[in-house]
């Protein structure tokens, strides 16, 4: 198991931007695919983007493609969210995973470790 600590979340307007940051623990964080998730409330969780080890192949939801970027930085062990044009409807509970078999997969059965989350708000 890898531990996995996010950070970043806030209140924003509709059109703002946050960049959500995910540290891992662990000496092969470059072997993991990562993920973003989001669950809403009284809604279940959902995909958001994903990322290969190396940072080669991206992959997103397609409500929130052009929006976000996911990135990671192998050497800080951290993998980032860039969101920008924020709407209303992403308000959610943001949570970060790893897939300890490098894969980059868009369910969230295949993540072997999760974060405890951060709450982005954004306001109309």
């Known amino acids: 198991q890898v531990q996995l600590v996010e950070s970043g979340g806030g209140l924003v307007q ?3 931007s946050l960049r959500l940051s995910c ?3 662990g000496r092969t ?3 993991y695919g990562m ?3 989001r669950q809403a409330p009284g809604k279940e969780r959902e995909f958001v983007a ?3 080890p190396l940072g080669r192949n991206t992959y997103y939801a397609e409500s929130v493609k052009g929006r976000f970027t996911i990135s990671r930085d192998n050497a800080k062990n951290t993998v980032y969210l860039q969101m920008n044009s924020l709407k209303p409807e992403d308000t959610a509970v943001y949570y970060c995973s790893a ?3 490098g894969w980059a997969s868009s369910g969230g059965a ?3 470790s999760w974060g405890q989350g951060t709450q ?3 306001s109309s």
Do not use: E
Request: net charge neutral; glycine share 12%.
């Open 35 to 37: 993920g973003w998730f």
């Open 110 to 112: 295949n993540y072997d």
């Open 120 to 122: 982005v708000t954004v």
């Open 29 to 31: 964080f470059s072997a």
């Open 14 to 16: 509709a059109g703002g």
């Open 23 to 25: 540290a891992a623990s």
């Open 99 to 101: 897939n300890l078999r």
């Open 50 to 52: 994903s990322i290969t």
